[in-house]
């Protein structure tokens, strides 16, 4: 028997399928889009999916509007695809957690950076003898 409740099995089960679909849209617009994952509720009603975009600030949003644009599109082809007695109603939310970690790396490079610059700069310390 499986440990875990049936809601994260079919949440990981409709994450696969909405990649799927979605690489499948046929928009020349869409940039490269990523689920990230998708938080499903105990009655497997309502599903909320995370995706993720890589490219400039225009793709993003562009991506943003076609991917909203073909949730009924996208439900239609989960509830084709998938065997359930009902399929959840999907609300597609931007994750932009992949971008802020980049960010977060930059920063730590810098801060490297900075500390390797003023260790370079400092003076030498030179040891004090102990008076006995």
Excluded at 37 to 62: N, P, W
Excluded at 99 to 111: N, P, Q, S, W
């Amino acid at each position: 028997m499986l440990s875990y409740k049936r809601s994260v099995r079919v949440a990981e089960l409709i994450q696969k399928e909405i990649a799927r679909i979605i690489q499948e849209l046929k928009s020349p617009d869409i940039g490269f889009v990523t689920v990230t994952g998708v938080k499903l509720t105990d009655d497997l009603l309502d599903a909320r999916i995370f995706y993720s975009v890589m490219g400039s600030a225009q793709e993003i949003e562009r991506t943003k509007s076609i991917v909203e644009d073909s949730s009924q599109h996208i439900r239609w082809e989960l509830g084709s695809r998938l065997n359930l007695r009902r399929t959840p109603t999907l609300t597609f939310t931007f994750d932009d957690t992949p971008e802020r970690a980049a960010h977060v790396f930059e920063l730590l490079e810098k801060i490297k950076e900075e500390d390797s610059c003023l260790d370079s700069k400092a003076v030498p310390r030179t040891k004090k003898k102990k008076k006995r």
